[in-house]
């Protein structure tokens, strides 16, 4: 028989609100030094690369970064968080340090996975992030299954899992929106939509909306402007309340644009300078966030020139600790590889 008193608890469950409060100036702040260390981290990750220090594939945030940004600063402590390939920006959202992820990125035995994830495979328990995944789609399942233990654990979390605009064609993610419909699973699904699945466009790849993929299940979705931290805030804080209500998945699609290749190894020749050079000069989070703090809401560039010297200071400290951390002895190739349950 079940007692009360092992009955599991029941989360302390938030109603769906429909008003976003108006930032703060030091919300603000907040935001664009966040968004402006993903920027600067991916720089260097980049500049990394061209020297060999980084070997295999590096996928850059660049652009995209009011996405994570955004969505990250209405979760709550418990939520789960899971990504693809591109997931430097995801983890320094979480809090991982910038230390540790560069230092997985040149292979260290300093960094998250102690050098043997490299840039697409590193995880923290600790922050609740469960990886980067290289395989197309495999975010969304298991970000599926992240839910499916909230659910089971009854512990009031949201899983967010993230894919991009080439994941949402995967056969895999249909039927994970049918599964966390059916048993209301509390998964927000996040599509990164930078427009182009590698080098093809979502013109030429995808029919219709991705975001209302899951109204055959009964899943709602919207369209968001990811150019905008703001925007992706209202929205994610709105998404988040109604998963976390009980009213199980929703999806968001978030339109966003990536200023570099797909990767460090793609010249992106497939998009216009003009193109390119519209959303650089015109859409830029955080150019655009920066302007807004000086014009409108008086902050003196001396203010911001203070942020930015001192994220300057932790890539700068993290890509030392990374190339001066030890690289993995050879032996080292066969730990790691066998975990064993008592």
Request: net charge negative; glycine share 12%.
């Amino acid at each position: 028989m079940t007692t009360d008193k092992n009955k599991p608890k029941k989360p302390n469950l938030k109603t769906v609100s429909n008003t976003s409060p108006e930032p703060t100036v030091e919300e603000m702040k907040k935001l664009y030094r966040e968004m402006l260390l993903i920027r600067r981290f991916e720089e260097k990750a980049g500049q990394l690369y061209g020297m060999g220090l980084i070997g295999g594939f590096c996928h850059l945030y660049i652009g995209q970064e009011a996405v994570v940004t955004g969505i990250n600063s209405v979760q709550q402590e418990g939520d789960t968080v899971i990504t693809t390939y591109r997931d430097h920006a995801h983890m320094l959202a979480c809090g991982m340090e910038a230390k540790g992820i560069m230092a997985e990125l040149t292979g260290r035995k300093t960094g998250y996975s102690r050098g043997k994830g490299g840039s697409m495979h590193m995880f923290s328990q600790e922050k609740n992030f469960f990886g980067g995944h290289g395989i197309v789609g495999a975010s969304t399942s298991l970000g599926t299954g992240l839910g499916f233990y909230h659910k089971y654990s009854n512990d009031g979390g949201v899983a967010v899992a993230y894919m991009g605009d080439g994941s949402a064609n995967q056969g895999q993610v249909a039927e994970c929106y049918n599964m966390a419909a059916l048993w209301k699973l509390p998964v927000l699904y996040i599509i990164e939509n930078n427009q182009y699945g590698m080098g093809t466009s979502v013109a030429r790849s995808s029919a219709g909306k991705l975001y209302s993929r899951g109204a055959g299940f009964g899943i709602p979705g919207e369209q968001v402007d990811g150019m905008d931290v703001f925007t992706v805030q209202a929205a994610a804080r709105q998404a988040i309340d109604y998963v976390r209500s009980g009213n199980g998945p929703y999806i968001m699609e978030v339109m966003t644009y990536r200023f570099r290749g797909h990767s460090m190894s793609d010249p992106a020749k497939y998009r216009t300078k003009e193109e390119v050079d519209d959303f650089k000069g015109n859409r830029d989070p955080i150019a655009n966030l920066r302007v807004r703090l000086i014009q409108d809401e008086g902050v003196s560039e001396d203010v911001l020139k203070v942020i930015e010297s001192e994220i300057k200071v932790i890539v700068n400290e993290a890509a030392d600790f990374a190339t001066q951390s030890p690289e993995l002895a050879p032996e080292e190739l066969y730990t790691d590889i066998l975990k064993e349950v008592v």
